[in-house]
C-alpha cells in the first residue's frame, strides 16, 4: 500500500551484516513444519503471490480442515496455516501437492519470489512480468544448485514501477524497457529474454560465493565480500553461463504496494494484520474470475478484467463488509504486528488485540507503527516506522526508526498511553 508502512530499503550486496551460520536454516515450509504455541505452522510458498481459485480453495480447506480456519498472510506474499494439528503433515502435503502447490519437493522451501503484483492489470510498469515469474520459478525447481538456497533467499521480479525493488530481496530484476532488464547484484542489464536465467545465475554465485567462504551465509548481505567482489562473482558468473550483460545503473524510484479500492483492471483489499477469516477468503475467491493474487504489504488483488464501474463497486462494498480494507485512508495501512500470543511462547502479549485497541493512534502518526512481542520484532518492515515492542516489566516500548531522525524509547503501560509515547518520540 501506498503508506509508510510499504517504504523499504533499496537492494544492498554489500556486507553491512556479514556472519557465518553455524547451525541449518529451520524456516518452515510445507514439509517441515514449525512447533509453535498455537500448534504446528506450515508455510506455503506461492511465487508472486499468485493461486488460481481453485487451489485458493485447497488453502481453505486445509486450514479448516487441519488448522485454525483462517490464512495468514506473510510479508513475502505467502501464506502460512496455523494451529495444524499433530500428525497432519502427510496429508497436509497431499492436499498442497493434488493442488498443484508443491510442484518441488526438493523445493518448496525456495520458492520465495515477489513479484509486482498489478504487472499487467493497470497499464503501469514497463511491461507485464508474469512470464518472467513462471520461467523463474521452472528454473528455480529444475536447478539441483538452487536446493541448497535457503528458506530465507527472496528474489524481486519488478514490471518498472519499482514496488518490489525495494523490498530488500537478494536478487532481483527489474524491467527497464521492452527489451532489457536490470540485474542486482552485478548491477548490470541483460536482454529480457534472459532475465529469469539471469536471476538464478545470480542466486547461484550466491551459493558458490557462501560455499568457499565457508561462511553458510542464508542472504546475500550476510556474506563476507565487498559490493565489488560480489558484482564481478555475479557477472563472471553470468558470462560463464552464456548471458551477455553490460554495466548499468540502478533505475532510480521505488514506491509502496497498491492502493485499496479498484485499481485498473483489478480490485486491491488490504488484510488488517495480514489475518484472513474464513468468510474473507470465501468472499475473495467468489469475486475472483480465475486467480488471486496476494502481496507482500498483506493485501489481495483480485484481477477482473472487463468488470464495469459498478460492478467493482458492489464487489468492494461486498468484502469491506467482510471486514477486508478498501479504502486508502483506513488506518489499519499503517498498522502491522507479529503474531504475539497465544500464538507465540516467545511473546509478552496479545500485540493484535493491543494494535486494534490503539488503532486511532495510527491515524494521528507521522510514522506506521509495528508491534512486536518481543525484541526479535519478527516480520518487522524496512524504512521509516515506530518499533511498539512488549517490555519484560509489562506495557509496551516505542521508539522511532527513521533515517535522520534521533532514536529515543518510551515506555507506555498499556495501549492507552500509546497516543502520548508517539508524541513524546516524534516532536
Not at 480442515?65 to 497432519?88: F, I, P, W, Y
Not at 511498539?388 to 498499556?414: I, K, N
Not at 497516543?419 to 516532536?427: D, N, S, V
Request: with cysteine.
Amino acid at each position: 500500500m501506498l503508506t509508510a508502512m510499504s517504504m523499504a530499503a533499496s537492494h544492498s550486496s554489500s556486507q553491512a551484516t556479514a556472519l557465518s551460520r553455524a547451525r541449518g536454516d529451520a524456516c518452515p515450509g510445507t514439509l517441515r513444519l514449525h512447533a509453535a504455541d498455537d500448534g504446528a505452522l506450515a508455510r506455503v510458498r506461492l511465487p508472486g503471490g499468485v493461486l488460481t481459485t481453485g487451489q485458493a480453495r485447497a488453502l481453505a480447506e486445509a486450514a479448516r480442515e487441519l488448522g485454525d480456519g483462517d490464512l495468514h498472510l506473510t510479508s513475502r506474499g505467502n501464506v502460512q496455516l496455523r494451529g495444524l494439528r499433530d500428525g497432519c503433515g502427510a496429508l497436509l502435503a497431499r492436499l498442497l501437492d493434488a493442488a498443484g502447490l508443491l510442484p518441488s519437493r526438493e523445493h518448496e522451501r525456495v520458492r520465495n519470489i515477489v513479484a509486482s503484483p498489478l504487472s499487467g492489470l493497470d497499464g503501469d510498469g514497463v511491461r507485464d512480468v508474469r512470464p518472467w515469474l513462471t520461467a523463474l520459478d521452472a528454473a528455480l525447481c529444475a536447478s539441483g544448485a538452487a536446493r541448497g538456497l535457503s528458506g530465507r533467499f527472496l528474489f524481486a521480479v519488478d514490471d518498472g514501477r519499482g514496488d518490489v525493488s525495494g523490498l530488500g530481496a537478494d536478487v532481483t530484476v527489474r524491467a527497464t524497457g521492452a527489451d532489457s532488464a536490470w540485474l542486482a547484484p552485478g548491477s548490470v542489464r541483460v536482454a529480457a529474454a534472459e532475465a529469469p536465467r539471469a536471476a538464478l545465475a545470480a542466486a547461484e554465485a550466491f551459493l558458490d560465493a557462501a560455499r568457499s567462504h565457508g561462511t553458510g551465509a542464508w542472504r546475500v548481505d550476510e556474506l563476507a565480500l565487498t559490493e565489488d567482489e560480489l558484482t564481478h562473482l555475479v557477472r563472471r558468473r553470468l558470462t560463464a553461463v552464456g548471458i551477455g550483460h553490460e554495466e548499468g545503473a540502478e533505475p532510480a524510484g521505488t514506491v509502496g504496494g497498491p492502493p485499496p479500492g479498484a485499481v485498473g483492471d483489478a480490485l486491491s483489499l488490504h488484510v488488517p494484520l495480514g489475518r484472513l477469516t474464513a468468510r474473507q477468503w470465501e468472499e475473495l475467491t467468489s469475486v475472483a474470475g480465475t486467480e488471486l493474487r496476494l502481496t507482500p504489504w498483506r493485501g489481495v488483488v483480485v484481477p477482473v478484467p472487463g468488470t464495469t464501474a459498478a460492478r467493482a463497486a458492489d464487489s468492494l462494498a461486498r468484502l469491506e463488509a467482510a471486514g477486508l480494507v478498501a479504502d486508502p485512508a483506513s488506518p489499519w495501512l499503517r498498522v502491522g504486528a507479529c503474531i504475539g500470543r497465544p500464538g507465540c511462547a516467545k511473546s509478552r502479549a496479545d500485540v493484535r488485540r493491543d494494535a486494534a485497541r490503539a488503532l486511532a493512534a495510527a491515524d494521528d502518526s507521522e510514522f506506521p507503527l509495528y508491534w512486536s512481542g518481543c525484541e526479535r520484532r519478527c516480520g518487522h518492515p524496512r524504512g521509516d516506522h515506530v518499533d511498539v515492542v512488549a517490555a519484560p516489566e509489562g506495557g509496551y516500548r516505542l521508539s522511532l526508526t527513521a533515517a535522520g531522525r534521533r532514536s529515543r524509547t518510551v515506555p507506555a503501560g498499556d495501549p492507552a498511553q500509546i497516543p502520548a509515547a508517539l508524541a513524546a518520540i516524534t516532536t
